[in-house]
């Protein structure tokens, strides 16, 4: 049983646009939320976490939006650029529990 | 500063023959990760070690999977023998302590089992 999914495989927006990537979760103790961001043949890097006694965390261009009552956190690229083409993870934890992460979603941005 | 560096890059051999995939973590970090990402069940953790110690294997498929980290700077995971299910990209990660700080990835092995 996935807890973490990521409905959609892919998304493709237009450059300076917004990118809005979705994540739902079924486990309630989870508390701690974690994008990753993956490049072709490059290991996932970490972009941005939130704890679950928030429900916005903005860092530069990117924001999470976490909604506990709908067990639902997205990733909003505001404005989108070529480069943040990638494959897109949505990872969750509960306490020191391990993290379970999401099958990704690609995005492409089109210049 | 140096990442996390996972050796081979690449690694293609027969079904039966022994496995040996290497990590070496970021300096200072306390906690390694090795995890396998498939297609069909996307990035899952296999073991986890803190300070040298295996706190969770629970993820390890069989018997036929093995990792040891001998010391703070070492870390492999074996596959003895090998079979074709067992193609993925394996990625080695490490983290200053436990879940609570963000991990940081290798760029992984690409296994191929023929």
């Known amino acids: 049983d996935q807890q973490v999914k990521q409905n959609s495989p892919s998304l493709s927006v237009q450059e300076g646009r917004i990118s809005i990537l979705n994540c739902d979760y079924t486990?309630?103790?989870?508390?701690?939320f974690l994008w990753y961001k993956k490049y072709p043949a490059e290991g996932p890097t970490f972009l941005i976490s939130i704890s679950s006694i928030k429900d916005k965390n903005e860092d530069g261009r990117f924001t999470v939006f976490l909604n506990k009552s709908a067990k639902h956190l997205s990733l909003h690229i505001v404005p989108s650029q070529p480069g943040d083409s990638a494959v897109y993870f949505c990872?969750?934890?509960?306490?020191?529990?391990?993290?379970?992460f999401g099958k990704g979603t690609k995005l492409t941005v089109n210049p | 500063d140096a990442g996390v560096i996972q050796s081979p890059r690449h690694e293609v051999t027969e079904m039966g023959q022994e496995v040996t995939l290497r990590c070496k973590p970021i300096?200072?970090?306390?906690?390694l990760f090795w995890y396998r990402q498939t297609m069909m069940r996307g990035l899952e953790l296999l073991i986890y070690?803190?300070?040298?110690?295996?706190?969770?294997d629970s993820g390890m498929p069989e018997d036929r999977f093995s990792a040891k980290m001998p010391n703070a700077s070492f870390s492999t995971l074996k596959i003895q023998p090998s079979e074709p299910r067992d193609s993925a990209v394996y990625f080695c990660?490490?983290?200053?302590?436990?879940?609570?700080?963000?991990?940081?990835f290798g760029d992984g092995t690409r296994l191929s089992i023929l």
């Open positions: 300096s200072g970090h306390n906690s």
């Open positions: 990872a969750a934890r509960g306490g020191s529990e391990k993290l379970v």
């Open positions: 486990n309630s103790m989870f508390d701690y």
């Open positions: 990660a490490s983290s200053i302590q436990g879940w609570n700080q963000p991990q940081h």
């Open positions: 070690f803190n300070n040298n110690v295996p706190i969770d």
